[in-house]
């Protein structure tokens, strides 16, 4: 994997997601797609598991640290950190667990595991954040309303994945992550 290109391209998506937030957001919930958890997925389509779940982990706790959670009455804001590092976490080991059954140059595979990674990271947000409202009491919360705007990140994430997916294939050589196709049942004649 180039180290170099991640770092540039996870700043990309870093700041495309800060930048294009509001202008991209859907309704009165602000719902808007994830271009980190696009890199997230494409990474751990095509890398090997270790460097795919560390990559995203570090991703993870990157949108971590960069989305303060709003204290009741929008006074303040907390970071907390960990939810998200969580999450891009379980959501990398579902792509990876799936990704031997998937067409990987298909641009729908993209999207596909966009929508459903981001569905099940959504999901352990959700639930990291529902449990810690039960003990600090000062975070508004309410998880259904939360669950069912993230559902909605989740199905715009997957749509962009799908435009993404169109140039998927040039993006993961430049990522250094691009696998040649492998042969099966096959063995080397020497």
């Known amino acids: 994997m180039n180290v170099i290109a991640v770092l540039v391209a996870g700043y990309v998506c870093f700041s495309m997601e800060l930048g294009l937030r509001k202008a991209l957001a859907v309704g009165s919930a602000g719902i ?3 271009f980190v958890f696009i890199l997230c997925v494409l990474i751990a389509l095509s890398a090997p598991s270790s460097v ?13 640290l960069t989305w303060p959670h709003e204290i009741a009455g929008g006074v303040s804001t907390r970071v907390i950190v960990g939810p998200y590092a969580i999450a891009y976490l379980v959501a990398c080991q579902f792509v990876l667990s799936i990704r031997g059954n998937m067409f990987r140059r298909n641009p729908l595979t993209l999207g596909f595991l966009c929508c459903f990674g981001m569905a099940i990271a959504q ?26 705007s993230r559902l909605g990140v989740a199905l715009y994430t997957g749509l962009v994945g799908i435009i993404v997916g169109i140039f998927a294939s040039p993006l993961t050589a430049a990522l250094g992550v691009h696998q040649p196709p492998q042969r099966r049942f096959t063995r080397p004649i020497y």
Do not use: H, K, N
């Open 123 to 148: 999901v352990v947000v959700v639930a990291i954040y529902t449990f810690r409202s039960g003990y600090t009491p000062e975070i508004a919360w309410d998880p259904t309303s939360q669950l069912l």
């Open 32 to 34: 808007a797609p994830s």
């Open 52 to 64: 795919a779940m560390w990559t995203c982990m570090i991703l993870g706790l990157l949108t971590d």
